[in-house]
């Protein structure tokens, strides 16, 4: 499984927020095995000394890189050559997680998507995406999908995990949601309830649980 940070975040950021420990049991159990990449595309989106088009075509970039570099590395240190990836991530991270797997299914099977904000051109000082960012965001992209692609993509699950406390909105997630369905595109809306915030505290809890149920 491939980790996404949060806005901001780099490759460390799962280990000292303590989520490496609470999948602990998993990894020891040698269930899952974890990885994790700087977000490069997630901090240039928020970099506002850059044009808006210069962030949207680094966020293209971005997938590009995990996709050419970061998979085949992580297929290398598996030993397997086509083995199949997951990804995860939390707030922005759950962006890049969801956009992984529609992007590019031949390689991502599952996404497990946490408090995700998917809307991301809300950010931007442009009221239209570019070709870059169109390509990146399965809001704009998956609409328009058919073929070998979307027959491949209809294979493949994203879980779409979110609570409703504070700083939650969980009308991110039912808008990728219905995206997705739309297109015939597996997924499933988890909500934790008010109880649960946009905070680690709650990533901690919902990445063990689902990857648990994953890898029964």
């Known amino acids: ?5 949060t806005a901001g975040g780099d490759a460390e950021e799962i280990e000292r927020f303590l989520m490496i420990k609470a999948l602990a049991p998993l990894l020891d159990a040698g269930r899952i095995k ?45 030993k397997s050559p086509d083995i199949g990836v997951w990804s995860a991530g939390s707030s922005i991270g759950a962006f890049h997680a969801a956009a992984m797997v ?28 570019t070709d870059y960012f169109f390509v990146s965001s399965p809001l704009h ?17 994203v879980h779409i995990a979110t609570g409703e406390g504070k700083w939650e909105d969980i009308g991110e997630s039912f808008w990728l949601a219905k995206v997705l369905g739309e297109k015939g595109i597996p997924n ?13 505290v709650t990533w901690r809890a ?11």
Do not use: N
């Not at 999908?145 to 027959?151: I, V, Y």
């Not at 499933?188 to 649960?196: H, I, L, M, T």
């Open 141 to 157: 992209f998956v609409p328009t999908l058919a073929g070998r692609h979307l027959d491949v993509l209809r294979t493949r699950y």
């Open 188 to 200: 499933y809306v988890e909500s934790w309830g008010p109880d649960w915030h946009h905070d680690w």
């Open 34 to 78: 974890i990885y994790s990449c700087d977000s490069v595309g997630g901090k240039a989106w928020f970099d506002k000394d850059k044009s808006p088009e210069h962030r949207m075509w680094m966020q293209h970039q971005y997938h590009q890189y995990v996709r050419h570099e970061v998979v085949p590395a992580i297929r290398k240190d598996c």
């Open 1 to 5: 499984m491939l980790v996404f940070p």
């Open 206 to 216: 919902m990445m063990p649980k689902i990857l648990g149920k994953w890898t029964e």
């Open 102 to 129: 529609c992007r590019f299914p031949d390689v991502f099977e599952k996404a497990l998507a946490m408090s995700g904000t998917y809307g991301i051109m809300k950010w931007m000082e442009r009221d239209h995406p």
